[in-house]
């Protein structure tokens, strides 16, 4: 039997591309490190997923999922109301743990509901209430000295105060307004989560949401995955075309054309799309073949939300005393 030996060639070591092996400039750059390409190439690929994630969420057979949509939205508002209202944080502590609750009942994953919720809320509303903590914004009885001098500072035509220091009220107010924002971005999401879009926009058609409002909301939710999915297209090919890595001048060049290239694309689409949907009787009113039908669970939970309101907004005042 013929011995087989592999060849010479493949037993070489290969050079990595890099800017001294020689060869085009698209093979310069350090291999192993992701580049901008396949980065946007994983985002769009996450946006899709946690999309088709959330129209998953909403087939679930869980609490939310059972409640006719127009008294899903309408007690959610009313929950949102009575958020805005409670000024103490412990009352708002309960509330969103009892949200949570509500979130659990309704099948939504609690990992995906903090990660979207509270890892977002703190920080951004953080950023906007930070200075009202300090006794320049917010006087008070002070918690953590800062700063003490015995002269005062002028900056211009302001003159600092002689002590610097983290206020109580400044605390108390901060951590009201994030819990509270947090409470309502909550509940908006739980409500999203639980219902299908075109069947909630439908709902809010029908609590006399403005017509502008829905058919705004219905094209930008249709056309923003469209325009997703357009430009994953567009950085897919770039990346089949491409050997090695890009120099970070080359793309440039490519992420403006992709963008000139995009805008063009979106122009064109939104045209044909709507010569489309006119030729078709689009009224601009949404229309579902799903029809509502209020039952004896639906005004039993618009009850239940309402008592559920008396009980934070009157526990508030009790706390709050």
């Known amino acids: 039997m013929e011995k087989t030996t592999i060849p010479g060639w493949l037993l070489e070591k290969q050079e990595p591309f890099n800017g001294d092996s020689g060869g085009c400039a698209c093979l310069r750059g350090k291999p192993g490190r992701r580049g901008f390409v396949e980065k946007t190439i994983e985002s769009i690929a996450q946006v899709l997923r946690d999309e088709f994630f959330a129209g ?6 869980g609490l939310l999922q059972s409640i006719d949509p127009r008294v899903k939205a309408l007690t959610t508002l009313l929950l949102i109301i009575a958020a805005s209202l409670i000024r103490h944080p412990l009352t708002l502590i309960v509330m969103n743990l009892w949200v949570l609750l509500l979130a659990k009942v ?34 008070g009885d002070p918690l953590l000295t800062l700063f003490k001098s015995n002269h005062q500072i002028h900056i211009g035509s ?7 220091t983290i206020t109580r009220q400044g605390v108390h107010g901060a951590l009201a307004l994030i819990l509270r924002v947090g409470a309502s971005v909550s509940l908006a999401l739980i409500l999203t989560l639980t219902t299908r ?15 502008i409002f829905i058919s705004v909301l219905e094209m930008t939710y249709r056309y923003i995955y469209l325009l997703l999915q357009t430009a994953g297209e567009i950085f897919v090919a770039r990346q089949s075309r491409t050997v090695g890595r890009a120099s970070t001048k080359e ?12 805008w063009g694309k979106a122009y064109n689409v939104s045209e044909e799309v709507h010569a489309a949907m006119v030729s078709r009787g689009y009224t601009g009113k949404p229309k579902t073949l799903v029809a509502f039908k209020t039952r004896a669970m639906d005004w039993l939970w618009a009850a239940f939300i309402v008592l559920v309101s008396l009980f934070f907004l009157g526990g508030d005042r009790i706390v709050a005393r």
Do not use: C, D, E, Y
């Not at 998953?56 to 057979?61: E, L, P, T, V």
């Not at 879009?197 to 017509?211: C, G, R, S, T």
């Not at 793309?251 to 995009?262: C, E, V, W």
């Open 158 to 164: 302001w003159t600092l105060p002689n002590t610097l």
């Open 197 to 211: 879009w075109n069947i909630l926009l439908k709902a809010l058609n029908m609590i006399f949401v403005p017509q």
């Open 251 to 262: 793309q440039r060049r490519f992420i403006g054309g992709a963008m000139g290239t995009l």
């Open 56 to 61: 998953q969420i909403a087939g679930n057979h």
């Open 106 to 139: 309704s099948r939504v994953p609690v990992k995906i509901f903090f990660k979207r919720v509270w890892l977002v809320v703190p920080l951004f509303t953080g950023i906007i209430v930070l200075p009202s903590i300090f006794n320049i914004v917010s006087p």
